[in-house]
């Protein structure tokens, strides 16, 4: 496992963080270090149509090593790291022949990764952890998925003797601001089917995903001196405040789980005279999905007729859908990561994503793409961990199921 450990640090202490603010694509352009490094590993691999094209998508492909003809099977990950917390000098730590003891992530400040609030943690006495030194993420969303997928290809490269039909491999930029597959050419990469390999915990295989938009509410107020202020001021602030009262409490993400959709406040920004709040909205029933944003305008047709102005504004765009009702037509994808995952002594957990991949979109493209388990844990932030002993399965995943399809 050395080769896959040695890649993966190398991977995590590139800055690949992307950027909601900005308009380009690639969201920032320091994402292109690491797609040069990728094409020139996947040309040393044996895959020399490697390239990154001008919005930073890598793309290359492996011939097939036998005479007849099976599915061309893509492999995906993601480069970019979440903005939601900094990737920048990423300081791993490697804890070999875990404990299954509270660890201490950085002395100063104090921050410990402890097994009460992350009781996964006991799953993995005895194996080798990576986890932060507690003031960064870690990255192994998704370079965990990339350092997979290159070492299943230095696996074939290493024992040409494996079977296989011609694989597609694919790398890119954004997902992490829900851009991942904006520029994405399906018809280039030219696969039959794909997976991302993108997912959390050891087992999981993932083919359901949230239906998702965001939506942006404007609050306009008007200010005046306080002291003057009776039956003139207008607390753009309180009114967004009442705004987010009137939606259901109870459909927050820290009160749902499984299938239960949610509102999610993730900005609150302004003052007196203007306010603006950010939401996200899942549900994985497309029924449910349409409510919520229903509810969402009613408010702000509510609120606007109660003050009798037109105090709020309400945008809500969509930005994913759940990929079930693309899978499901051909659920042998399902099937031949499900059996590949048991013939290499994983235990299958086929769940619903709450989130999203890019292969949710990419199913919506034309390429059906399942989600297939990382191996990490508490992605985006300062308690990510992942054990090395997951990732080393994932590698044998991907190879198994390249081999099944072989087979057919």
């Known amino acids: 496992m050395n080769n896959l450990l040695e890649r993966f640090i190398r991977y995590i202490k590139i800055d690949t963080e992307s950027d909601n603010n900005s308009e380009n694509t690639p969201s920032t352009s320091k994402q292109f270090n690491l797609a040069k490094i990728l094409v020139e590993e996947l040309k040393n691999l044996g895959l020399q149509d490697a390239h990154v094209d001008e919005k930073c998508y890598v793309m290359a492909t492996l011939p097939s090593n036998i005479e007849k003809k099976v599915p061309t099977i ?67 969303d998704d370079k965990a998925g990339i350092a997979e997928i290159m070492t299943a290809l230095e696996y074939l490269k290493k024992n040409p003797e494996t079977k296989h039909g011609t694989l597609k491999i694919g790398y890119t930029p954004d997902e992490e601001i829900g851009r991942g597959a904006d520029y994405f050419d399906v018809e280039k990469f030219n696969a039959d089917f794909a997976y991302t390999i993108d997912g959390g915990p050891i ?105 009798q102005r037109e105090l709020i504004q309400a945008e809500i765009k969509d930005q994913y859908l759940n990929m079930k009702e693309k899978i499901e037509p051909v659920m042998h994808i399902v099937e031949l990561a499900e059996k590949a995952m048991k013939q290499v002594d994983v235990k299958p957990n086929i769940k619903a994503i709450r989130g999203g991949t890019d292969g949710a979109r990419l199913s919506f493209m034309g390429l059906p793409t399942p989600n297939i388990f990382g191996g990490g844990h508490n992605f985006h932030g300062k308690f990510e961990f992942i054990p090395l002993e997951s990732m080393q399965k994932a590698v044998e995943v991907i190879v198994k199921i390249i081999e099944l399809n072989a087979e057919q």
């Open 203 to 307: 087992g999981e295989l993932e083919y359901e995903n949230f239906n998702a938009a965001g939506a942006k509410i404007t609050v306009l107020g008007r200010n005046v001196h306080p002291g003057t202020a009776k039956n003139q001021m207008i607390n753009a602030q309180h009114i967004a405040m009442e705004f987010n009262s009137l939606l259901p409490s109870n459909q927050r993400p820290e009160h749902t789980e499984k299938y239960e959709g949610f509102f999610h406040l993730i900005s609150f920004i302004g003052d007196v005279e203007r306010t603006e709040l950010q939401y996200i909205i899942r549900d994985h029933d497309k029924k449910l999905f349409k409510k919520k944003k229903k509810l969402m305008l009613q408010i702000a047709d509510f609120l606007n007729n109660k003050y």
């Open 74 to 140: 893509g492999f995906i990950a993601h480069m970019d790291t979440s903005p939601d917390f900094s990737g920048k000098d990423v300081t791993p730590q490697i804890i070999k022949n875990y404990n299954g003891k509270d660890i201490t992530l950085n002395e100063n400040p104090k921050i410990i990764l402890s097994t009460s609030d992350f009781p996964d943690l006991k799953k993995y006495v005895g194996k080798t952890l990576i986890t932060t030194d507690g003031t960064t993420l870690l990255g192994a």
